[in-house]
Every structure is written in structure tokens, then in C-alpha cells.
């Protein structure tokens, strides 16, 4: 009887049984990146609102007070400001909640609602890689904003912008810090939310009201205590008066609680909120195990 013998393994046969592929997890963050970006480009209502918001309003507080110097103390002309100079700060915080919080909440509350979670839960992708799609879309979202406010407010409105690394400084890890805290609690939201409707209608709230109470929209020393304090417990409030102390001359600090620019407090309040997002974001946030 002749025998026949087995052909010898050669290449990746030989070297032993093949390892399971891992999805990078950090390589697929960044493909969601630029996929949510396309996504959220094809919906031209929400880009335009989202970039474009804070600018708007802006134009139009300045055409409503005009371009003379017109905020602050009548008695000390030298210190008074145009009204494009004086509501910069509070517009800029505004981008961190529209950004972070409303946008977001309303996305991920839909993608929960419409099935995109459950069937994105069945592919290898992590589900750090679809948050840190979300990140990266809420990073680019802000960087845009804020260059075309800050860009809008020199240009069109003649705003002198800070000239120093330690101004700069400041302003960056507020506008990141904010940002992130309202991303996760937009998060948190959405993950609560009983509703696509519920969530779209209820996240463009808490904007609209603490803008009015935060220092927003009216110099803070106009607000009622009681609704001062409501507006210290937020960061928006924190935000605003950080930005303020980047962006308005030295002296301006007389008119916040306190009299100060209070940075060590606007940092701690923003990153309360952060770790408590992140916790409630952990605790009811749910990826379907795959199948």
C-alpha cells in the first residue's frame, strides 16, 4: 500500500493557531470621530445653529445697546465698555453648553430610542471607541464655535482680545473643562430620558434659563440672590466669570460676588460636575452585550 504524507505547514499554519483580532479601540474613536462629523454636517439646521448661535446673539445685543461704551459704572466713564466687549465672556461660555450639553444629549438620547446603540453594541466596536467619537465630534464642535466667535468679535465687532500666554492659558482650560462637564451630564441626560421628544424638547432648557441667571445675558450684580445662588451651583455661571476675568480689563472684578475673580472656584465647580457626570453616566448608561 502506498502512503502519502501530509504537506508541511508553511507561513502563519505553521507558527501555531491564529490569535483573535482586537479592534483598537482608540483607531476606532477616531473613525467614529470623522464619521459623527459627516453625519452631523448633513444636517445643515442644527451646524448652522450650533456654530453660528453665540455670534448671532451676540450681533444682536450689540446692535440693540449700540457700539458706545455703555456697560458698567456711569461714574467711572473710563471704565466703561462696548457692549460686544462686555457680553464676549458670556457668549463664549454659552458655546460650552450648547456644544457639550444640548447637542449631545439630544444625539445620544435619539441613536438610544431609534435602535443605533443595540445594533452598533453588536459589532466589535467598544463602547469607549463610540463615546470618544462623541468627544472628539463635541471637541471639534467647540474649536469651531469659539474661532468663529472669537474671529467675529475681532473683526466685525472690534474687540481687543487678550495678548498674553497666561490669559490664553486660562481661557483654554476653561472652554475644555466646561465643555467636558456638559458633554458628560449631556450624556447622563440623554441616558434618563424617557423619549427622543422628551430629550430633544427638556435639553434646550437648562440653556435658556441659566443663560438668563449665569451672568449670560445681564451682568450678574442685576440678578436676584436667590437666583444667583441657584446660577453659583452650576458651571456656566463659573465659566462665564472665568472668561470675564480673561477677557475684561482689571477692575471689572468689583462688580462679581466678592468682589473677586474667583479661578480656584470655577475650576472646583466645574470639576464637581464632571466626576458626578461621569459617575451617573457609568450608572445608566447600557451597551447591549453582543450576541
Known amino acids: 500500500m502506498k502512503t502519502t504524507t501530509a ?23 477616531w473613525r467614529r470621530t470623522l464619521l459623527e462629523a459627516r453625519m452631523f454636517s448633513r444636517d ?11 455670534l448671532i446673539m451676540m450681533g444682536l445685543f450689540s446692535s440693540v445697546f449700540g457700539n458706545e461704551p455703555s456697560m458698567g459704572d456711569p461714574s467711572r466713564p473710563e471704565s466703561l465698555l462696548r457692549p460686544a466687549e462686555y457680553f464676549l465672556p458670556g457668549m463664549l461660555a454659552l458655546a460650552t453648553i450648547l456644544s457639550g450639553f444640548q447637542n449631545l444629549s439630544g ?9 443605533s446603540i443595540k445594533r452598533l453594541a453588536g459589532t466589535p466596536l467598544p463602547s469607549l471607541s463610540y463615546f470618544l467619537g462623541k468627544t472628539g465630534l463635541t471637541l471639534i464642535l467647540i474649536l469651531t464655535q469659539t474661532t468663529l466667535l472669537l474671529l467675529g468679535a475681532r473683526f466685525l465687532f472690534g474687540v481687543d482680545l487678550p495678548t498674553t500666554a497666561a490669559a490664553w492659558l486660562t481661557f483654554a ?6 465643555t467636558a462637564a456638559w458633554s458628560v ?21 437648562p440653556p435658556l434659563l441659566l443663560a438668563f441667571i449665569s451672568g449670560v445675558y445681564f451682568p450678574f450684580s442685576q ?17 462665564a466669570s472665568g472668561f470675564r476675568a480673561v477677557f475684561l480689563p482689571e477692575g ?4 462679581e460676588p466678592g468682589g473677586v475673580w474667583n479661578l480656584g472656584l470655577s475650576a472646583l465647580v466645574i470639576g464637581l460636575w464632571l466626576v458626578v457626570g461621569l459617575i451617573v453616566t457609568m450608572l445608566t448608561f ?3 452585550p453582543q450576541k
Open 252 to 255: 471689572w472684578e468689583s462688580v
Open 7 to 29: 504537506p508541511a505547514l508553511t507561513g502563519p499554519a505553521a507558527r501555531g493557531p491564529r490569535r483573535s483580532w482586537k479592534p483598537n479601540t482608540l483607531a476606532l474613536g
Open 44 to 54: 445643515p439646521s442644527s451646524l448652522v445653529f450650533t456654530l453660528f448661535f453665540p
Open 286 to 288: 447600557r451597551w447591549p
Open 173 to 178: 482650560w476653561l472652554l475644555l473643562g466646561a
Open 107 to 115: 444625539y445620544v438620547a435619539a441613536e438610544r430610542f431609534n435602535g
Open 185 to 205: 451630564v449631556g450624556i447622563a441626560f440623554a441616558c434618563i430620558a424617557r423619549s427622543t421628544q422628551s430629550a430633544s424638547t427638556m435639553s434646550a432648557v
Open 223 to 239: 440678578i436676584p440672590d436667590w437666583l444667583g445662588g441657584l446660577a453659583d451651583l452650576t458651571p456656566l455661571r463659573w465659566t
